[in-house]
């Protein structure tokens, strides 16, 4: 199985900031990597596709990239909205694998 | 629009069989490159992707759960089914079918005596 190693797994951040969640793939991934974000008590909804692609509806202060076998999610001035859990999720060879997920929480 | 809705039991004692449904709208499984998976999320913790068939029918596992695992599709393509054998306390979770892009709401299974 690939895993994938994501990091970190709680912060903080004003809405000034930048913020990056990174998720590192045990191996190449081929850029299959997905950005999803759940808030409590809802399934989780999508971000980012293929490394990079926003998807439909999403705003762009999120963004994807990739840095060898290490991917990045970014957010640029996060809303107070954008609090929840964010997981990454490998879709490159099954069995599919998520990250641990990383808690956001804007102050 | 595309929609997906899971069904399933509420709750079941263990060593039974969890049977899983998901009736989606919006696409068809025949569509060449279509697929549905199942994911689970017990309660605090992170994603665990189950299973997927997609338009060609071919399925796939997790093998950390091959053995008790079942995916199938019906003849219409507007539902996808899972089934779990030997349930036990650590199935307890929220389940929910996905086209990845689209995810239903999800349905808490409990398994309890």
């Known amino acids: 199985d690939i895993q994938m190693t994501q990091s970190p797994a709680s912060l903080s951040a004003s809405l000034e900031e930048i913020v990056t969640i990174t998720c590192k793939a045990s191996?190449?991934?081929?850029?299959?990597l997905s950005w999803y974000q759940q808030k409590p008590g809802k399934s989780p909804q999508l971000l980012i596709y293929?490394?990079?692609s926003l998807a439909d509806g999403v705003p762009s202060r999120f963004s994807g990239s990739r840095s060898g076998t290490q991917y990045s999610l970014k957010i640029s001035r996060p809303q107070v909205d954008d609090s929840g859990i964010y997981y990454c999720?490998?879709?490159?060879?099954?069995?599919?694998?998520f990250g641990a997920g990383t808690k956001l929480e804007l102050k | 629009q595309v929609t997906l809705k899971e069904s399933g039991p509420g709750m079941l004692q263990p060593s039974k069989t969890l049977s899983l449904t998901c009736s989606f709208s919006?696409?068809?499984?025949?569509?060449?490159?279509?697929?549905v998976s199942w994911i689970r999320q017990p309660s605090g913790k992170s994603l665990e992707w189950l299973a997927a068939?997609?338009?060609?029918?071919?399925?796939y596992y997790n093998p950390s759960l091959k053995s008790r695992l079942t995916v199938s599709k019906d003849t219409s393509n507007t539902q996808v089914f899972l089934k779990i054998t030997s349930v036990d306390i650590a199935d307890t979770a929220t389940y929910y079918c996905?086209?990845?892009?689209?995810w239903g709401p999800g349905t808490m299974v409990t398994v309890s005596s």
């Open positions: 191996q190449g991934i081929d850029d299959y």
């Open positions: 293929d490394a990079t």
């Open positions: 919006g696409f068809s499984l025949s569509t060449s490159g279509m697929v």
């Open positions: 996905a086209r990845m892009d689209f």
């Open positions: 068939i997609d338009w060609d029918g071919d399925k």
């Open positions: 999720l490998q879709s490159y060879s099954t069995p599919y694998t």
